[in-house]
């Protein structure tokens, strides 16, 4: 009975647990000293120092005991459970005072365990749903879905929701930095070489690689059109048949640029001297050549306009299909679908539509003649009369055409 007391005292001393912790050594001496005076009774007392060691066994025993049945219960914040299995019963008051001690130093070490583990699965859980969420706003801005409440998971915990919330609405702000990082990237991209992210936009990835996107797209935009001044001014000179001269201030990455517009209005003017001869052949039904190379005395124009309108195979097939239309009675022009929109070729396929249709006036008047033996001899002499007018007047069409073409 009297032990029972003696558990029941130390259970309401065990709640002062937390002041035992700066008494460790003390305790131990005092401790120490009091079995020592309880072994004097003895008729072979033990030397201080065998007596100092068994203390040191008996202490670290019962200290260590009551520190693993403490830790075991702070862990699982279970307070003085252990006390229930009736383990001090048989221990005297001091030896209970060194379990007491062992214990209360466990438990709290246990109690801190379980907060620090709480406290880092929140932190990890916190931190899973904060990247979700993250994620998930990346993905929304994109496709232009933002909630204005982000989703809630029953099925996971509060920590969790509370990280994808933070992480969703990190990244919708994150976004909209993005958009004014990347313009500002262009802007510097196209005036400078050398990429210089803010500070504002360097600390974050997603805003850092939105500058670094901007600037190589204003790089790339930079480059295009000076590419594109190059080719131009390139152009023009090689059109003109100039001699190939870049200037001094084209810079040296540009110079192929400019080598490639120069070939290129070269290759435009051999096309186009080509296909004025192609054209003068629906004019002129022997080559001649153009006044302007005559005077220029340039042979490599001469060259490419002969050669164009040599090429030219279907102009003496146009003249006589045209020819042939306006002899036939009642047959209506009709130009080639080949060569509706070319002037040259229109002009020359009426002028000879023409032609044939006089042709066949002619012929009919010479038929109708025939016959005129019956008529009047002064009546033959009109129509012979009006016939040499008709003639007169296709010949001058045909000389008119002949000039207006030239």
């Given at each position: 009975?009297?032990?029972?007391?003696?558990?029941?005292?130390?259970?309401?001393?065990?709640?002062l647990?937390?002041?035992?912790?700066?008494?460790?050594s003390a305790?131990?001496?005092?401790?120490?000293?009091?079995?020592?005076?309880?072994y004097?009774?003895?008729?072979?007392?033990?030397?201080?120092?065998?007596?100092n060691q068994?203390?040191?066994l008996v202490?670290?025993?019962?200290y260590?005991?009551?520190?693993?049945?403490?830790?075991?219960?702070?862990?699982?914040?279970?307070?003085?459970e252990?006390?229930?299995?009736?383990?001090?019963?048989?221990?005297?008051?001091?030896?209970?005072?060194?379990?007491?001690?062992?214990y209360?130093v466990?438990?709290q070490?246990?109690?801190?365990?379980?907060?620090?583990?709480?406290?880092?699965?929140?932190e990890?859980?916190?931190?899973?749903g904060?990247?979700?969420?993250?994620?998930?706003?990346v993905?929304?801005?994109?496709?232009?879905?933002?909630?204005?409440?982000?989703?809630?998971y029953p099925n996971q915990?509060?920590?969790?929701?509370?990280?994808?919330v933070?992480?969703?609405?990190?990244?919708?702000?994150?976004?909209?930095?993005?958009?004014?990082a990347?313009?500002?990237?262009?802007?510097q991209?196209?005036?400078?070489?050398?990429?210089?992210?803010?500070?504002i936009?360097?600390?974050?990835?997603?805003?850092?690689?939105?500058?670094?996107?901007?600037?190589?797209?204003?790089?790339k935009?930079?480059?295009?059109q000076?590419?594109e001044?190059y080719?131009?001014?390139?152009?023009?000179?090689?059109?003109?048949?100039?001699?190939?001269?870049?200037?001094?201030?084209?810079?040296e990455q540009?110079?192929?640029?400019?080598?490639?517009?120069?070939?290129?209005?070269?290759?435009?003017?051999?096309k186009?001297v080509?296909?004025?001869?192609?054209?003068?052949a629906?004019?002129h039904?022997?080559?001649q050549?153009?006044?302007?190379?005559?005077?220029?005395?340039?042979?490599?124009l001469?060259?490419w306009?002969?050669?164009?309108?040599?090429?030219n195979?279907?102009?003496?097939?146009?003249?006589?299909?045209?020819?042939?239309?306006?002899?036939?009675?009642?047959?209506?022009i009709?130009?080639?679908?080949?060569?509706?929109?070319?002037k040259?070729?229109?002009?020359?396929y009426?002028?000879y539509?023409?032609?044939?249709?006089?042709?066949?006036?002619?012929?009919?008047?010479?038929?109708?003649?025939?016959?005129?033996?019956?008529l009047s001899?002064?009546?033959l002499?009109?129509?012979?009369?009006?016939?040499?007018?008709?003639?007169k007047?296709?010949?001058?069409i045909e000389?008119n055409?002949?000039?207006?073409?030239?």
């Amino acid at each position: 009975m009297k032990k029972k007391l003696v558990v029941l005292s130390a259970v309401y001393t065990i709640f002062l647990g937390s002041e035992q912790l700066n008494i460790h050594s003390a305790q131990a001496t005092t401790n120490a000293h009091s079995i020592d005076d309880k072994y004097t009774t003895q008729s072979h007392p033990p030397t201080t120092e065998n007596n100092n060691q068994d203390l040191k066994l008996v202490f670290d025993r019962l200290y260590n005991e009551g520190f693993t049945l403490g830790q075991k219960d702070g862990y699982e914040e279970k307070l003085y459970e252990s006390f229930n299995k009736g383990i001090l019963i048989d221990k005297s008051s001091e030896e209970f005072r060194w379990f007491e001690m062992g214990y209360t130093v466990g438990y709290q070490k246990g109690k801190r365990q379980k907060e620090v583990e709480l406290q880092a699965k929140q932190e990890a859980e916190r931190k899973s749903g904060e990247e979700l969420g993250f994620d998930q706003g990346v993905e929304d801005y994109k496709n232009a879905t933002i909630a204005s409440n982000p989703q809630n998971y029953p099925n996971q915990s509060k920590d969790w929701n509370k990280g994808f919330v933070l992480g969703y609405k990190k990244s919708i702000e994150l976004m909209d930095i993005s958009i004014k990082a990347k313009k500002e990237g262009f802007e510097q991209g196209k005036t400078t070489e050398s990429i210089n992210i803010p500070y504002i936009y360097a600390n974050e990835d997603i805003t850092k690689k939105a500058f670094e996107e901007g600037f190589e797209s204003g790089r790339k935009e930079q480059t295009k059109q000076l590419n594109e001044r190059y080719i131009k001014q390139g152009y023009e000179q090689g059109y003109e048949l100039k001699t190939l001269v870049i200037p001094e201030d084209v810079p040296e990455q540009f110079k192929p640029a400019f080598e490639k517009g120069y070939n290129k209005g070269v290759n435009s003017k051999k096309k186009d001297v080509i296909a004025l001869g192609f054209n003068d052949a629906f004019i002129h039904v022997g080559y001649q050549t153009p006044q302007e190379y005559i005077t220029s005395n340039n042979t490599t124009l001469k060259e490419w306009h002969k050669k164009g309108f040599k090429s030219n195979k279907d102009a003496d097939h146009l003249r006589k299909q045209a020819y042939q239309q306006g002899w036939k009675i009642g047959e209506k022009i009709s130009i080639p679908t080949k060569y509706e929109q070319n002037k040259a070729a229109v002009a020359m396929y009426k002028h000879y539509y023409q032609l044939g249709k006089a042709k066949r006036e002619e012929t009919s008047a010479k038929i109708f003649i025939g016959f005129g033996l019956l008529l009047s001899i002064g009546s033959l002499v009109g129509y012979m009369t009006l016939r040499r007018k008709k003639i007169k007047d296709l010949k001058s069409i045909e000389a008119n055409y002949e000039n207006k073409a030239s």
